[in-house]
């Protein structure tokens, strides 16, 4: 399941992400890549060890924790610091499906990626190409969004960026592991939840028919929650 959240940041939000990564060294994209992505990843990327990137990764953490249209997608139980890209004409990323272990950077922790993040910080009508493209069951899904932007899919989706043409692409990008492991249970979980916000536009917190969905929300969830 693909999930947009529009405008996480604003445009001068954005433009203030732009000018401070502006000032971050970067560096050959394929230096992070395993083995087989090395040969079809072919952008730039910044330098996390630099000593400003910590702000800028800080902040976009920041809005994620803040933001409960996330929160409820997503089901965060980690979050792996969010890093940033760059295509210029003829970069791209080919077909490659994202690693499914890491290690937080800066600790022994073993990480497993369920979800996979791209925040889009430049606007579409700044580049041609550069488009996100997600094998999906429902086929092949082409994500170009506004700046400010955010999708989430499976980190086990086959995806790609597909050569950029004209001016640049910049964005975040970045893993979750989630509360809930299972894609299924947790588009379930998510489709629950809209429908208890959908009731408590409409109906008094008292509402018997809301308290007892929350309660089955929440009894799922302690069913299915990984701690």
């Not at 970067?26 to 400003?52: F, I, M």
């Not at 497993?112 to 993040?117: C, E, F, M, Y």
């Not at 041609?128 to 069951?137: Q, R, S």
Request: hydrophobic content about 40%; charged content about 20%.
């Amino acid at each position: 399941m693909l999930i947009t959240i529009a405008n996480l940041f604003n445009d001068d939000e954005v433009a203030a992400l732009r000018s401070a990564l502006e000032a971050l060294p970067w560096q050959d994209g394929s230096r992070t890549a395993g083995s087989l992505g090395r040969s079809v990843k072919h952008n730039r990327q910044a330098d996390e060890h630099a000593a400003q990137a910590a702000g800028i990764v800080g902040s976009v953490l920041q809005r994620l924790e803040a933001t409960p249209r996330f929160v409820a997608a997503a089901l965060p139980r980690l979050i792996y610091p969010p890093r940033f890209n760059r295509y210029g004409v003829g970069e791209t990323y080919g077909a490659h499906v994202d690693g499914a272990l890491m290690r937080l950077p800066g600790t022994g922790t073993l990480f497993r990626s369920d979800l996979s993040a791209t925040l889009f910080l430049s606007p579409p009508e700044a580049y041609d190409g550069g488009v996100l493209e997600i094998d999906t069951c429902f086929g092949v899904q082409e994500v170009k969004l506004a700046a400010g932007d955010l999708v989430l899919y499976p980190a086990s989706s086959l995806h790609q960026v597909t050569p950029v043409t004209r001016g640049e692409r910049l964005a975040s990008f970045f893993w979750i592991q989630s509360l809930v492991r299972d894609t299924d249970v947790r588009t379930a979980l998510l489709d629950l939840d809209d429908a208890i916000q959908a009731l408590t536009r409409e109906r008094a917190p008292t509402d018997p028919v809301l308290l007892s969905l929350t309660g089955v929300y929440h009894n799922l969830l302690r069913h299915h929650a990984e701690t």
